[in-house]
């Protein structure tokens, strides 16, 4: 068998791609941001590398707490829309406008999420955040599904959307349910 020498530049590439995805599970946002900008500089834009790139600096940046971070995942949203990161993309920025108590803005997000590729661990959240966020905006019959689904589950989620759930039977008069929430 043979074996075939790979170029040095490809090595290069492979090696920054590894380094910047290390960064990025070891939670270190801002390092991992400025190794994915080397990334980007290194491949061709149109390469699925270069939209990766893009997409890890874009949620780097978010979680690094940079204010340019949204806007980049709002922009790699509107230029991938066929990207397999899109779904995540939209996740992302609908937990950092959840953060900032951007309510509307929460919604809008993740009614554009496909839920059946969410782990559950990512889907009771999402579910909590939206059901929350629907709560905030007067929305309450969405809330109330949403908390409905999680609230029985045991989850990190499960009590505080279990007290959401009671208070919204409360608003509505339901007092026994209410009560025994």
């Known amino acids: 068998s043979g074996y075939s020498q790979q170029t040095a530049f490809f090595g290069d590439v492979t090696k920054d791609v590894q380094i910047a995805r290390e960064l990025y599970h070891q939670g270190k946002y801002n390092a991992a941001f400025r190794q994915y900008e080397k990334v980007q500089k290194q491949v061709d834009p149109i390469s699925e590398l270069y939209s990766e790139a893009l997409y890890f600096k874009a949620v780097s940046a978010t979680k690094a707490g940079h204010t340019s971070g949204y806007r980049m995942l709002e922009r790699f949203i509107g230029d991938y829309p066929d990207s397999p990161y899109l779904n995540n993309a939209l996740v992302n920025l609908g937990d950092y406008q959840f953060e900032r108590k951007h309510y509307a803005a929460v919604l809008r997000t993740y009614a554009e999420v496909d839920r059946s590729s969410l782990k559950e661990n990512e889907l ?19 809330a109330l599904t949403e908390f409905t689904e999680i609230k029985d589950r045991n989850n990190f989620y499960s009590r ?3 007290y959401y759930w009671a208070h919204i039977m409360y608003l ?3 007092f026994q349910s209410a009560l025994d929430g």
Not at 125 to 142: A, F, H, P, V
């Open 172 to 174: 509505q008069e339901n």
């Open 124 to 142: 009771i959240r999402l579910k909590y955040q939206n059901g929350y966020s629907s709560l905030m905006t007067e929305n309450i019959d969405q």
């Open 160 to 162: 505080p959307a279990t």
